[in-house]
């Protein structure tokens, strides 16, 4: 059974930082794809970042790019995401995701099929 569990959420002011951790089992870390998706009060959940089991493709939303880096650490079998200046904007529940697919070079957001329960970020201003 394929667990996520995330952490390093909390209360940061406008413009401070914080790195969320994800760390995965019940899978062979390093085969699959990896994500950060997010969902505020009243939207739908949106795509963060991604990271391919290789490292080798990043994609990241539009609304965080040049402040947010996705990373994995294959022998912690964990992904982060650094996030940086953060807005209020940037406020909701922030949830890791694994790629069903092994060793897929592209990330494709119908393939995330495990999820973590979530960890909350609010951004005050």
């Known amino acids: 059974q394929v667990q996520l569990v995330e952490s390093g959420g909390g209360l940061v002011q406008a413009g401070g930082s914080l790195r969320l951790s994800c760390a995965v089992s019940?899978?062979?870390?390093?085969?699959?794809?990896l994500g950060w998706f997010r969902q505020a009060p009243g939207k739908e959940r949106e795509f963060v970042a991604g990271?391919?089991?290789?490292?080798?493709?990043?994609p990241y939303g539009d609304s965080v790019k040049g402040r947010f880096t996705i990373s994995r650490d294959n022998v912690k079998n964990t992904v982060y995401l650094e996030m940086n200046n953060l807005t209020p904007e940037d406020t909701a529940v922030y949830y890791c995701?694994?790629?069903?697919?092994?060793?897929?070079?592209?990330?494709?957001?119908?393939?995330?099929?495990?999820w973590g329960q979530g960890t909350q970020v609010t951004v005050s201003s």
């Open positions: 995701a694994a790629d069903r697919v092994e060793w897929s070079e592209e990330i494709v957001l119908a393939n995330f099929g495990s």
């Open positions: 990271i391919t089991w290789s490292g080798g493709s990043k």
């Open positions: 019940g899978l062979i870390f390093s085969r699959h794809g």
